[in-house]
């Protein structure tokens, strides 16, 4: 009887160390994960968020963000002792990115309204703009009335947004001004509703569209700031109003909009490979805009490694502690905590689990966005293959565990050395398909202003107003690294078979 104990408590104690030296291992690897070098700056760091297709306020050069608002707040970083930094995102987000303290100010030709005044506290303002409609020249016919009854392209989430919704119609809403255009362009809306300057950029630049001469509205521009920062608000103020009485500001604004019109691009009136070439030049070659997709590919299998590894060892966790409870009952508490996970993470899209870890989680702490990435894509995948690693382990005959204690292996040598490579062999096609899922994903990055590849062909798009060739570049890189996988997991797949 004291050697059945002696055997059962040597049992428990392996189960409980292999549990625990898997915890331990996932924790040191996410320990590491986010521990991250400060730099120190000479300066305080003052963060400015934007939506960078908006010329000429904001917009992408380069590889740089410039326009008439960097080009302020430069200029008030400059007189207070700041040091700036720039991050581009969807117009959507700026106002939540200053509320949660992942920037300080917020600029992108944003209106004053009461209802934004309740979230966010305006600065002086330092333009004055307004709500202008486009449309294709060749709409002659064109009425206001008509816009109750056509469809109307803005950007959402601004005052065009909301002054369309209010008086005419339900408006097709677009992530930017480029996208705007571009549904305008390709006849999928009858009309284009957008800020003065940007619209007049527009106009320049394509002139198959046509201003209208009467704004529909009468705006002023502010920079957003949190409400818990009033000293930041004093010297903006104060910055603005000596910025204004000796001419500076008057300067920046007149000298952006000749140096933030833009190129124009014009269309080439030639054969079809010659437009062709010459769309190639524009959208890869000028300004080196290739970078963009060389650039966002490099974050992109960055993110998709270190996120397959993150999700193999959180759902080598998952697997092992719901195996273990099913085999013997074991970990009960540890069993509902691994399937509330599941649940929870497969029952809700991965773009809104990105956005609660970044705008809730990591709200009020400067986290690199890549490490936000790292850590939604990998608990997001850890859920798909922790039910892919259990299935394979309870696929296998019962009785193989049995023989291995009976062999007197320990429970954890047994997993080890006998369950978990016949688990794994047998599961690898689905592991790798997870991979593969897992590259694709990794798309919807953007969402938090990460610059991956589809973001990196989102910016050439804002830049050359072409979907086509900047899309179609992007799908294929994706499909050429989705068959590079496909034929690297069919040589393992092969060369198991052989050693079966």
Not at 209 to 221: G, I, M, R, V
Not at 330 to 355: E, H, M, N, S, W
Request: proline share 3%; aromatic share 8%.
């Amino acid at each position: 009887m004291a050697e059945i104990n002696s055997s059962a408590g040597k049992e428990r104690n392996s189960r409980s160390g292999f549990l625990c030296a898997t915890i331990l291992f996932c924790a040191a690897f996410f320990a590491l994960l986010f521990t991250a070098c400060k730099k120190t700056a000479e300066k305080p760091v003052l963060r400015m968020v934007c939506n960078a297709n908006f010329p000429p306020y904001e917009l992408v050069m380069d590889g740089k963000i410039i326009g008439i608002d960097p080009d302020i707040i430069r200029e008030i970083c400059d007189r207070n002792g700041y040091q700036l930094e720039i991050e581009n995102m969807s117009f959507g987000a700026i106002i939540a990115a200053v509320q949660t303290g992942k920037a300080d100010v917020a600029a992108s030709g944003i209106t004053i309204t009461e209802e934004r005044k309740t979230k966010i506290s305006f600065t002086d303002p330092y333009a004055d703009a307004s709500q202008r409609i486009l449309i294709r020249r060749e709409t002659t016919d064109f009425k206001l009335e008509n816009l109750k009854n056509h469809p109307v392209s803005v950007q959402e989430g601004t005052t065009a947004d909301m002054f369309v919704q209010k008086h005419y119609r339900e408006p097709e809403r677009y992530k930017n001004i480029p996208e705007v255009i571009q549904s305008l362009k390709t006849k999928k809306v009858y009309a284009a509703v957008v800020d003065q300057e940007p619209a007049e950029v527009e106009a320049a630049k394509n002139p198959d569209l046509l201003l209208l001469p009467d704004p529909l509205t009468s705006e002023k521009y502010a920079f957003a700031i949190s409400r818990e920062r009033p000293d930041l608000l004093q010297k903006f103020n104060v910055t603005l109003r000596q910025m204004q009485a000796d001419g500076t500001l008057k300067k920046i604004k007149a000298d952006g909009q000749i140096k933030y019109a833009g190129d124009k691009n014009a269309a080439v009136d030639a054969g079809f490979w010659e437009k062709l070439k010459n769309d190639l030049r524009i959208n890869f070659i000028d300004g080196k805009r290739y970078r963009y997709l060389l650039d966002g590919f490099g974050i992109t299998m960055l993110v998709t490694v270190f996120s397959i590894l993150a999700g193999l060892l959180l759902g080598f966790l998952v697997a092992v502690t719901r195996s273990t409870h099913d085999l013997t009952g074991k970990y009960t508490f540890f069993d509902a905590v691994c399937r509330v996970y599941l649940t929870v993470i497969r029952g809700t899209p991965v773009v809104i689990q990105l956005l609660i870890i970044y705008f809730v989680i990591f709200g009020s702490h400067n986290v690199s966005k890549i490490i936000v990435a790292i850590t939604a894509f990998g608990i997001n995948s850890g859920a798909y293959t922790a039910e892919i690693i259990r299935a394979g382990i309870m696929s296998l005959d019962r009785g193989q565990i049995e023989a291995g204690r009976s062999l007197g292996l320990s429970y954890r040598m047994t997993m080890l050395r006998i369950i978990l490579p016949q688990a794994l062999k047998n599961v690898l096609p689905a592991l790798g398909n997870e991979f593969i899922v897992l590259l694709k994903e990794t798309s919807v990055a953007g969402f938090i202003a990460l610059e991956d590849l589809t973001k990196g062909g989102d910016i050439i798009r804002s830049q050359t107003y072409n979907a086509f060739l900047p899309l179609m570049a992007v799908a294929v890189i994706y499909l050429a690294v989705v068959m590079f996988f496909s034929l690297l997991l069919k040589k393992a797949e092969e060369k198991l078979q052989k050693n079966r």
